[in-house]
């Protein structure tokens, strides 16, 4: 089993660490502007040569666990939208909302741009500047939600490898939207369009 993991958020580097301490291997994808001179990552990548660009992670990943800061939402989306992800787990680990003004949540466009793969929340409980420290009196709980089956099992046992108690938050409720062609379209293009504008910029 791989996971890998998108994003370079504390909760990204945290959860990583604590999957390659279980022995389980990690591969972290990061954006085109990720410092990875910053000292922990700079570690990370020295010892396990781990860092990489989110579509090279997301080739190796069984699960794929999205611990993105929001602004780089439409770079992992167009990364997950152009990579093969047919039979994989991917898990949203943010609780992000990226702003269109359709109102879809993050894992309407999530499981558009990865129609073949299941995708489920979990460590949402956690904000992604997470630091991995579960300190006195603090909660070792870990939220997930998703479909019930054979894939949400094995989401829970992803969590509790690491030792956290998993509870189940029942199936993924999405606000609802009208399904129209424009509005089925507009936000990949808002999507699309932002990733290039940060990809120019980068």
Known sequence: MKIAILGGTPLAKSLGKKYLEAGIGVAFGVGNDFDTEEPEWKALNKFFHRLMPYESAIVQGEFILLCYENADFPEVWVALKHTDTDGKIIIDCSNGSFDTKHGFTNEQLIQ?????????????????????????????????????????????????????????KGICVPRMVVNTP?????????????AKNRSISA
């Open 112 to 168: 558009k741009a990865v129609p073949n793969a299941k995708v489920f929340r979990a460590f949402y409980n956690f904000d992604v500047n997470f630091d991995g420290y579960i300190r006195a009196g603090e909660n070792r709980e870990a939220f997930f939600q998703g479909e019930n089956g054979n894939e949400k099992n094995r989401v829970k046992r992803l969590i509790e490898v690491i030792r956290f108690k998993a509870i189940d």
């Open 182 to 194: 424009e509005l089925n379209h507009e936000p990949e293009k808002i999507l699309a369009e932002s």
